[in-house]
């Protein structure tokens, strides 16, 4: 055992003493407890890293209380301790599945953990918000939608976008019929640098010491330590779900939000590795078509380009297009004018004139007199902050409120399907099919 890890029974330890000079107990609460409007959500970050680390401190920055972290690296420890001193942590998550004082978990992990932790949290009768994507397969997502239900747990997925005000506007403009029908979204997502790419630096005491592998593993292949894969997991697709699970899950929960739907029909999709070659399976390039039946959208992701910074969702309507960026919601009205100059140039004069003659008072029609109406404008609503920690206020309210949150266990896994299909179809080279019915994706025969 690490100097820096403790023992099951210190940690448990721990959390006694930290939830009795809480004033929580283990004793007074049951599993499952209903949170008291004006008490602290009590919650355990399950995923120290990168991302993880972020939501410690969010959660602390909006009025949680962290009472325990759980990783597989010292270092993550480590820098726990220097956001809230004192932290109870672990490498074995069922200890803080123990916990009753813990009202939630927040899961950060490799993909390939996210739903065994969160069926097994919510089992033990926590509520979970869970990092995107929400599952590593579509079989895993149709059983954490059941365990939620079976459970009465609430779930919260981690697409922070869903509570950013540019979405919520993009939503009110489109439902309002702003940009008249939508019959196609084009969303993208472009970044060219290493780290863009995942190419993480691995810390350098980075060692079967420091750093619990076997554990990490889980359901993974056996194989010998390799700190790559640990620190750069969403580079293969034992561990990860690539671009699609990192972003198009970003960009897709948008779409699905505005436009209220849940699953497409079918997906099919195509990419490689161009430009970060070397190990990994996954593309980093990754474009993929799906139908929803009303509407099409063209999802494309490029890790070897920096055309359109950031991640881009434009909704183009019959009457406009509203267009999310991760700053801002923008509305850019079509002023629509049938420009009747060409195709009336192969007509007589006498023809011609008594058409423009019946035709002066039509407002699209352009005889010389369209553009004497109305022009709407550009219009464009910034977005104040990135998401996250209205995204925990919300899901906080929720544990309290015992209301479903906006991105919960059925929206995840509407997403998840979609992101799961765009990755089967890059793989087998098909078009991949949605059977509502079955609640399975099926290849195009």
């Known amino acids: 055992m690490s100097k820096h890890e403790i023992s099951r029974r210190e940690f448990m330890g721990r959390t006694v003493a930290g939830a009795a000079a809480a004033g929580l107990g283990f004793g007074a609460p049951a599993i499952g407890r209903a949170v008291s409007p004006n008490e602290k959500v009590t919650v355990a970050v399950i995923g120290a890293g990168i991302r993880g680390l972020e939501l410690m401190q969010a959660i602390l920055s909006v009025g949680g209380n962290v009472a325990a972290v759980c990783d597989l690296y010292d270092g993550h420890f480590r820098r726990a301790q220097e956001i809230q001193a004192n932290t109870p942590t672990t490498r074995e998550y069922r ?32 509520d979970v918000y869970c990092e995107k994507p929400m599952t590593h397969t579509i079989p895993q997502a149709v059983q954490m939608a059941d365990v939620s239900k079976e459970t009465k747990r609430l779930v919260q997925v981690g697409s922070q976008s869903l509570s950013m005000t540019s979405t919520q506007k993009a939503k009110e403009l489109v439902q309002s019929g702003q940009i008249g029908n939508v019959y196609m979204v084009q969303a993208s997502i472009f970044r060219p640098s290493a780290i863009g790419a995942w190419r993480y630096p691995v810390p350098p005491d980075a060692s079967p010491q420091t750093v619990d592998w076997e554990r990490y593993l889980g359901s993974a292949t056996p194989r010998p330590f390799d700190a790559q894969r640990f620190f750069q997991f969403r580079n293969w697709y034992e561990y990860g779900t690539g671009i699609a699970g990192d972003e198009y899950v970003h960009l897709l929960s948008r779409v699905h939000y505005v436009l209220n739907v849940q699953f497409p029909q079918n997906a099919i999709a195509t990419g490689g590795i161009y430009k970060w070659t070397g190990d990994r399976d996954v593309p980093d390039i990754h474009n993929t078509i799906y139908e929803y039946g009303k509407f099409q959208a063209l999802v494309l992701a490029n890790l070897a380009s920096n055309w359109d910074s950031g991640e881009i969702v434009r909704f183009y309507g019959d009457q406009g297009t509203v267009e999310l960026t991760e700053w801002s919601a923008n509305l850019v009205p079509y002023n629509p004018v049938e420009d009747y100059g060409y195709p009336l140039e192969s007509w007589p004069k006498d023809t011609k004139d008594k058409f423009i003659a019946e035709h002066k008072n039509d407002p699209l029609a352009d005889v010389g007199t369209a553009h004497e109406q109305p022009q709407r404008k550009k219009e464009s609503f910034p977005q104040k902050e990135e998401g996250t920690e209205d995204h925990i206020r919300h899901f906080f309210s929720c544990v309290k409120s015992r209301q479903q949150p906006v991105e919960n266990v059925d929206f995840g896994m509407g997403t998840a399907v979609a992101c799961h299909m765009a990755n089967i179809s890059y793989l087998k080279k098909k078009r991949v099919i949605w059977d509502a019915s079955d609640r399975k994706a099926k290849l195009e025969a």
């Open 95 to 126: 200890d803080i599945l123990e916990r009753k004082d813990i009202d939630a978990v927040f899961i950060a992990t490799s993909d390939h953990w996210h739903a065994p932790i969160a069926m097994d949290a919510m089992r033990a009768g926590k």
